[in-house]
């Protein structure tokens, strides 16, 4: 059995520019990877594609991005024999922390040893995004400037180190809902520009102070609840907060550990998952 690693993301940055011809928005965002991981585990079989795992959300057929990730290959390089992909999930689903993406991005990249294909991250990058906007971003990891419907990547340093406390209230988010109900003149644009200068200082005040999401305010209208934890997060002492993606997950940034405690317990009594992690933002190597 082989073991890939498919860490979750969380968005520093996420601006919609317009909608494209295609349906899809044109979009400019920034994620950065953070220590919480899916486990797939990829076991060799003569034929077929098989999805094992625990967790009743998630789809063991066609419909899960690991399987379609492992098709993709088996059609792209005509491959005969089959794999068993065990999905040991601890992302929350439906998040707007990429789970599914990642899960199909650790899939390409474990595939690729085991069928022993020899393709660079770039080849498996560009082969993710024909399964998912944010599969391209996950094959890499670390922390990079996403464009176009987010598979054009542009790599970025490390953001300094911190906590992040990440909050799911009991409740999952479509994407497609989300980028279907947002309007572009009530739209408030993050400064892509300064968190980049940010990162590039390592300057967490100033990556603080420029954490931005156009999908917010539309998730916000749809679900107050999400409202309310973006509170509490603040009240109980997160240095800056915001939703990841499409939502409805909160994340807080957090650099004195000694705060953790009192942020983590207080939205424990409040809200279903919570999470203290650390931001990776390192970039990955081949698996
Ligand atoms: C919200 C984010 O997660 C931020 O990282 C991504 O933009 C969404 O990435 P994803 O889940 O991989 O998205 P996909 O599976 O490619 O698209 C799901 C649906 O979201 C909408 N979509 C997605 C990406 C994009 N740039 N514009 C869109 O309008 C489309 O309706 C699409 O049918
Ligand atoms: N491997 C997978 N893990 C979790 N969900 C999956 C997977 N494959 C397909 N899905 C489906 O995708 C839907 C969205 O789940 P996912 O956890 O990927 O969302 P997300 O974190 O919001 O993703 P993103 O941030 O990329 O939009 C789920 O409701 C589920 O039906």
Redesign the pocket.
Same mark, same amino acid.
């Not at 349906?23 to 979009?27: A, D, F, Q, S």
């Not at 998912?132 to 599969?135: E, I, L, P, R, T």
């Given at each position: 059995m082989l073991y890939v690693k498919a860490p979750a993301?969380i968005?520093l940055t +996420?601006d =919609?520019l317009y909608?494209?011809p295609d349906?899809?928005?044109?979009?400019e965002?920034i994620?950065t990877t953070v220590d919480l991981a899916d486990r797939i585990g990829l076991k060799a079989t003569e034929s077929g594609i098989h999805i094992e795992s625990a967790d009743r959300f998630v789809p063991n057929d066609s419909r899960n991005l690991a399987y379609q990730a492992a098709q993709l290959l088996k059609d792209t390089f005509n491959i005969k024999s089959g794999v068993i992909i065990s999905l040991d999930k601890q992302i929350p689903v439906a998040a /707007?922390l &990429?789970g599914? @993406?990642s899960d199909a991005a650790a899939t390409l990249k474990g595939l690729n040893q085991l069928w022993q294909l020899n393709l660079s991250l770039d080849e498996l990058a560009e082969l993710g995004a024909k399964i998912? @906007?944010? =599969?391209s971003?996950c094959v890499y990891g670390g922390t990079a400037l &996403?464009k176009?419907?987010?598979e054009i990547i542009e790599h970025l340093p490390a953001p300094p180190h911190c906590w992040v406390v990440l909050a799911k209230p009991t409740i999952g988010v479509s994407? &497609?809902d =989300?980028?279907?109900a947002f309007k572009p003149a009530k739209a408030e644009h993050p400064d892509t520009g300064k968190m980049i200068e940010a990162l590039e200082q390592g300057d967490y005040q100033a990556m603080c102070d420029h954490l931005g999401n156009a +999908?917010e305010s539309v998730t916000l209208e749809m679900h107050p609840e999400v409202a309310q934890i973006k509170e509490q997060m603040k009240k109980f002492g997160a240095d800056a907060v915001l939703m @990841? /993606? @499409?939502g409805p997950t909160v994340f807080g940034l957090v650099q004195q550990e000694a705060r953790i405690p009192r942020i983590y317990n207080g939205l424990r009594g409040f809200c279903g998952e919570v999470y203290v992690v650390r931001l990776i933002g390192e970039r990955e190597t081949l698996a």
């Open positions: 993301k968005n +996420l =919609v909608k494209r349906n899809y928005h044109e979009i965002m994620m /707007g &990429a599914g @993406s998912g @906007s944010d =599969v971003f &996403a176009g419907r987010g994407t &497609a =989300v980028y279907g +999908l @990841s /993606g @499409s």
